[in-house]
């Protein structure tokens, strides 16, 4: 059974940090992109953060600078760095892995977390 267990998030005031943690299981954790989304009420679902089985990062442009993403394959966990928050950054945050093979792409999403920036 692959399991994408979270951590962190809640209620910060603009400007604060947060640190989102997620831990995997059931998948070989090192094989797989790890990444970060969230959804907004009314919006799309869109991807925050993306790290590469290779170390590779890549974000969304209103979050670099901000956020760091960053993985550790001996604890099969993925981490988000959220500094500077505002606001906008208020959604559901998503624990994503990723393989792609064979023009196969195998997904699977860990359970929401919120984050909150209010003052």
């Known amino acids: 059974q692959v399991q994408l267990v979270k951590s962190g998030g809640g209620l910060v005031q603009p400007g604060g940090s947060l640190r989102l943690s997620c831990a995997a299981s059931?998948?070989?954790?090192?094989?797989?992109?790890m990444g970060w989304y969230r959804q907004a009420p009314g919006k799309q679902r869109e991807l925050v953060a993306t790290?590469?089985?290779?170390?590779?990062?890549n974000y969304l442009d209103s979050v670099k600078g901000r956020f760091t993403i960053s993985r550790d394959n001996a604890k099969n966990t993925v981490n988000l760095q959220m500094n500077s928050l505002e606001p906008e950054d208020t959604a559901v945050y998503y624990c994503n892995a990723q393989r792609v093979r064979f023009g196969f792409s195998n997904n699977y999403w860990g359970q929401g977390t919120q984050v909150t920036v209010s003052s």
């Open positions: 790290i590469g089985t290779g170390g590779d990062t």
């Open positions: 059931g998948i070989i954790f090192s094989i797989f992109s």
